[in-house]
């Protein structure tokens, strides 16, 4: 749903592509961006959020099925021939799957590798021919679970421990091209992803309880620090992994006494 007048980038804008720019993260990261003065492309398939993001100054978006063939390549070089260039790509396109793994059905399994692991690799594939002349920043997110051990992750722990691995190997394939590659590692965030996990008030307090600040992260604890790992400002920054969790895992949240 791109608007027809032609890109003509100031000086100091830059050209920002976000799949999964409708979820809860990336819709935050998209006006942020945006409403600094830069280009932005989100992509989804959730088509009345998308509209509704199309209509803010500075974003175009595009209706992206992820899953199927070709559909994330197409998306970047449909970005690259309108606007002549992309500066930074950020993923923040994940499901979620809480089960043991003698629970776990190979459908399941293909589908938690397939929207998570799977599409980086492919917008890491496709990103890096895009910037592969004037460098840029590409921007995965992980999550918590990928280093710390949570009952019933196995499946989405794999996944997002996959992500880290593909981010620090392509920040050494790419670091010479100036493309730099990094990761954020969430702890639990309010989205609609996590909604149904924090519904009730039990469940609420005991992930709260969980992270050493003692609450529930926002999409803007998140956003912020991709944000700032696509700009400029993060220039000497690669192959790093940053955990964004409130503490959950590397810090002991403190037992209250009886």
């Known amino acids: 749903m791109p608007s027809e007048d032609a890109f003509e980038p100031q000086s100091s804008q830059k050209v920002y592509l976000i799949f999964g720019g409708t979820g809860g993260i990336g819709s935050v990261l998209a006006g942020s961006l945006a409403e600094a003065g830069h280009k932005v492309i989100v992509t989804g398939r959730d088509e009345a959020r998308l509209r509704e993001l199309n209509g803010l100054p500075n974003v175009d978006s595009y209706s992206v099925d992820i899953t199927e ?38 459908a399941e399994w293909n589908s938690i590798i397939d929207v998570n692991l799977t599409s980086s690799f492919k917008i890491v594939r496709a990103s890096v021919g895009a910037m592969i002349k004037t460098g840029g920043s590409i921007v995965l997110v992980s999550s918590a679970a990928a280093t710390v051990g949570l009952a019933s992750h196995e499946a989405i722990s794999a996944a997002k421990a996959g992500i880290e691995g593909l981010a620090v190997a392509a920040a050494a394939s790419y670091a010479r091209r100036n493309i730099r590659v990094n990761c954020v590692a969430p702890g639990m965030v309010e989205t609609k992803l996590t909604r149904n996990l924090l519904a009730s008030e039990s469940g609420r307090r005991a992930s709260e309880a969980m992270h050493a600040l003692g609450r529930i992260g926002a999409p803007e604890d998140i956003s912020s620090a991709i944000r700032w790992l696509l700009s400029s400002e993060a220039a000497w920054v690669t192959g790093q992994v940053f955990s964004i969790d409130g503490g959950l895992t590397t810090v002991r949240p403190r037992v209250a006494a009886n």
Not at 71 to 97: H, P, T, W
């Open 69 to 106: 063939c070709g559909a994330i390549d197409q998306c970047v070089s449909k970005v690259f021939e309108r606007y002549g260039r992309i500066d930074g790509v950020a993923n923040c396109i994940g499901s979620l799957l809480l089960k043991p793994a003698h629970l776990v059905t190979d």
